[in-house]
């Protein structure tokens, strides 16, 4: 937006493309981490998603923070995943044959359609059985992890500023406090190596906004 003032339409779109998801979706695992509940999908066109839904005695909370802070620090100039609000009934969803989910005790076991049905039982619905999630497009590239609020990534010939000295993070603190992103952590960065014009690099990106606003 500093560079290029956008306008209003660009300024509430976001990251996104304008294709919303599209259900059906099926459900390829249990998310692992994290404080909100959910599980990673697919719509029908195939498209990868990370979903998550709100606390139950707080309906529209997280998932609508995790938007509107996606769509702030987009427009900032932050690269942000494209997260959308999505409304559903159980009807919409499928569980992949090879779907797993954590164990507590660790390891993993084999995804069963009743812990889909445990997590709906844990979440705020509306009187037509629907209930709210939030979609996080999963962004392009090949997924090296998160990115650390100092030091440099040793991984990364690109990377030789000290991330405590880098203007772009140093300012990420002005603008986390202003809509009171409480969660900014390493956990919450991600780091993905793509291609442009025949260059591989690694792009940074910043994730869930569930806890911003309040």
């Known amino acids: 937006h500093g560079l290029k003032r956008m306008t209003r339409e660009q300024l509430q779109r976001g990251p996104t493309s304008g294709e919303a998801p599209k ?11 994290g404080i909100s509940e959910g599980f990673q999908m697919e719509d029908s066109r195939g ?12 309906p529209d909370l997280a998932t609508a923070a995790d938007v509107i802070g996606s769509n702030f620090l ?3 100039g932050y690269n942000t995943p494209s997260n959308e609000i999505v409304y559903l009934k159980s ?7 090879t779907a ?3 164990r507590a005790r660790g390891g993993s076991r084999k995804m069963a359609w009743t812990d889909v049905e445990e997590l709906i039982d844990r979440v705020p619905r509306y009187p037509d059985g629907s209930f709210r999630i939030v ?13 650390k609020y100092e030091g440099t990534r040793p991984d990364d010939p690109n990377d030789i500023t000290p991330h405590e ?4 993070l140093r300012g990420l603190y002005v ?31 910043l994730i869930d906004f569930g806890c911003a606003l309040g």
Not at 91 to 97: Q, T, V
Not at 190 to 195: F, I, P, Y
Request: cysteine-free; proline content about 5%.
């Open 23 to 33: 259900p059906p979706f099926t459900i390829t695992s249990g998310k692992s981490d």
């Open 47 to 58: 498209r990868r998603y990370f979903a998550k839904v709100d606390p139950f005695d707080h």
């Open 74 to 76: 987009y427009a900032i």
């Open 91 to 97: 009807s919409d969803l499928r569980l992949s044959d």
């Open 100 to 102: 797993r989910i954590k």
């Open 135 to 147: 979609a996080s497009l999963a962004v392009e590239g090949q997924y090296v992890g998160p990115f």
């Open 165 to 168: 000295k880098r203007r772009d």
């Open 175 to 205: 603008f986390n406090a202003w809509i009171d992103n409480t969660d900014t952590r390493a956990g919450n960065s991600l780091d993905a190596v793509v291609e442009e014009n025949g260059i591989r690099f690694i792009r940074h990106y």
